[in-house]
């Protein structure tokens, strides 16, 4: 069964802080995503990467960055939280050249205030 | 402009019959990509179905198959049979590939009811 776990479901942080988010992945997938979703607006691609160390900037990349140091893990990186980043955050992976069809996480909710 | 627009915020259908879930795009790339997601109360999004611009026939996979229209720059999504499952929000979703890289869009979503 394929999986995509992300390291919390629930974060409240303060404004200022540092904010790491985990995304791992057991699929040897090549692909992964970071997307935040906000009513009204649906899912936001902020960060893709491709392969290890590649990354490309999504839709909305301003004030977040990320890492991807091994093949299973991608990390999205809030530098300097801030409120207007509270959102749901959804880590997705897919295979080389399947763009489409994405496994996504559960997600993380976060709250910054 | 909208890249990806769904213009039903909110649907209703009687189990066992079909509805279609409207969704138009904008791009001037020639080659791209159209796909449904569904994200039940769960949480979790789940692919359905994809189209590339180039295909002729229209996808279908199961119950579920994509009417795209490419001149009139629609991709709607048709869910035959609904069961009581179906319900969910529905999100349209396109990816293009550039020279600068790829990027996806997503809509904004329906939300489908179905009615026992």
């Known amino acids: 069964d394929v999986k995509v776990t992300q390291s919390s479901r629930y974060l409240v942080k303060r404004t200022g802080e540092k904010v790491f988010l985990e995304c791992v992945q057991d699929?040897?997938?090549?692909?992964m995503f970071w997307y935040r979703q906000d009513p009204g607006l649906g899912l936001r691609l902020i960060y893709f990467?491709?392969?290890?160390?590649?990354?490309e900037k999504g839709d909305i990349p301003e004030g977040y960055s990320v890492s991807r140091e091994k093949k299973e893990r991608f990390s999205l990186i809030l530098e300097s939280a801030s409120t207007n980043q509270t959102s749901m955050y959804l880590c997705?992976?897919?295979?080389?050249?399947?763009?489409?069809?994405?496994?996504f996480g559960p997600g993380t909710r976060l709250t910054v205030t | 402009a909208q890249k990806i627009t769904q213009t039903q915020p909110g649907m209703f259908v009687q189990e066992k019959e079909a509805v279609t879930l409207d969704c138009t795009y904008d791009?001037?790339?020639?080659?791209?990509?159209l796909f449904w997601y569904k994200q039940p109360s769960s949480g979790e999004m789940i692919f359905l179905i994809y189209?590339?611009?180039?295909?002729?026939q229209n996808a279908t996979e199961g119950r579920y198959s994509l009417n795209f229209q490419k001149a009139r720059k629609s991709a709607n999504l048709v869910i035959s049979a609904s069961q009581l499952g179906d319900s969910a929000m529905y999100f349209c979703?396109?990816?293009?590939?550039?020279?600068?890289?790829?990027?996806?869009?997503f809509g904004t979503g329906t939300s489908l009811t179905v009615i026992p």
């Open positions: 997705a992976s897919s295979l080389s050249g399947h763009f489409y069809e994405q496994y």
């Open positions: 699929m040897d997938h090549e692909n």
């Open positions: 990467s491709y392969d290890v160390k590649m990354k």
């Open positions: 791009t001037s790339d020639q080659s791209y990509g």
């Open positions: 189209q590339g611009s180039y295909d002729e």
């Open positions: 979703a396109m990816r293009e590939g550039r020279d600068t890289g790829n990027q996806f869009y």
